[in-house]
């Protein structure tokens, strides 16, 4: 009954940003690590980046200085900050999620698209 759903994909310019939302419903155990992958057409999903309980996180090195990886525990909510958006970003975008079961839950995606 664990539900993962993603917001605030849609187009924008290269250099520019978006926030990406992605909000968990239903009973989970508890929630360790979550994070963001990405997939490009004929490309193989790769992982973003990821944050644990405790706050670390960790971005690929594509993104690194770029995005920006937070979460809210109360609300059940991971978000992503993309900054400096280039062309190679674009991709659909997934949220997931880790419960202390270390059973994994993922989002349906959100198109990111960046283009002039």
């Known amino acids: 009954q664990v539900q993962l759903v993603e917001s605030g994909g849609g187009p924008v310019q290269p250099g520019g940003s978006l926030r990406l939302s992605c909000a968990a419903s239903?009973?989970?155990?508890?929630?360790?690590?979550m994070g963001w992958k990405r997939q490009a057409p004929g490309k193989e999903r790769e992982s973003v980046a990821t944050i644990t309980s405790g706050g670390s996180t960790n971005y690929a090195d594509s993104v690194k200085g770029r995005f920006t990886i937070s979460r809210d525990n109360a609300k059940k909510m991971v978000f992503l900050q993309m900054n400096s958006l280039k062309p190679e970003d674009t991709a659909v975008y997934y949220c997931y999620l880790r419960d202390g079961r270390y059973r994994d839950y993922w989002g349906q995606g959100t198109q990111v698209t960046v283009s002039s």
């Open positions: 239903g009973s989970i155990f508890n929630i360790g690590t």
